[in-house]
């Protein structure tokens, strides 16, 4: 089965229901503290998207002195999304990080390289000066 393709936000949002669930300005108010970039009407609008997608659930929660709110919970399909998409960020870093370290390698053995040249030619210009 394909993932669907989900935007930074989405993710932040599934990440902050895997944390706790919570209702539309509560999730606001939580993802304000890391970035202040959200509007409400996006949150609503990714919730109702994740919903959809059948990542998220909406449980109503009955109140006596306020309107009933919507609570937003990570549903076992949404947590298994997160945990793939958690396992393929770190399979992408470790192959990155790989890839880095063989660069590494490389540029060291050739600054060793040039290293040695830049000494074999400093030492031959330095011998002719000292013998004239």
């Given at each position: 089965?394909?993932?669907?393709?989900?935007?930074?936000?989405?993710l932040q949002i599934l990440s902050l229901l895997s944390e706790k669930p919570g209702?539309?300005?509560?999730?606001?108010?939580?993802?304000?503290?890391?970035?202040?970039?959200?509007?409400?009407?996006?949150?609503?609008?990714?919730?109702?998207?994740?919903?959809?997608?059948?990542?998220?659930?909406?449980?109503?929660?009955?109140?006596?002195?306020?309107?009933?709110?919507?609570?937003?919970?990570?549903?076992?399909?949404?947590?298994?999304?997160?945990?793939?998409?958690?396992?393929?960020?770190?399979?992408?870093?470790?192959?990155?990080?790989?890839?880095?370290?063989?660069?590494?390698?490389?540029?060291?053995?050739?600054?060793?390289?040039?290293?040695?040249?830049?000494?074999?030619?400093?030492?031959?210009?330095?011998?002719?000066?000292?013998?004239?």
């Amino acid at each position: 089965m394909r993932q669907p393709a989900l935007r930074k936000l989405d993710l932040q949002i599934l990440s902050l229901l895997s944390e706790k669930p919570g209702h539309g300005y509560a999730l606001l108010h939580r993802h304000h503290l890391t970035d202040s970039e959200v509007t409400s009407s996006q949150m609503y609008y990714v919730l109702r998207k994740l919903e959809g997608l059948g990542l998220t659930q909406v449980k109503c929660e009955a109140s006596y002195k306020a309107p009933d709110k919507s609570v937003h919970l990570l549903s076992a399909k949404g947590r298994r999304f997160l945990e793939r998409d958690v396992v393929m960020r770190i399979k992408t870093l470790r192959q990155k990080s790989v890839q880095l370290f063989e660069l590494y390698k490389e540029n060291q053995e050739q600054l060793a390289a040039s290293d040695r040249l830049m000494r074999h030619h400093a030492s031959g210009i330095l011998s002719r000066r000292l013998s004239r």
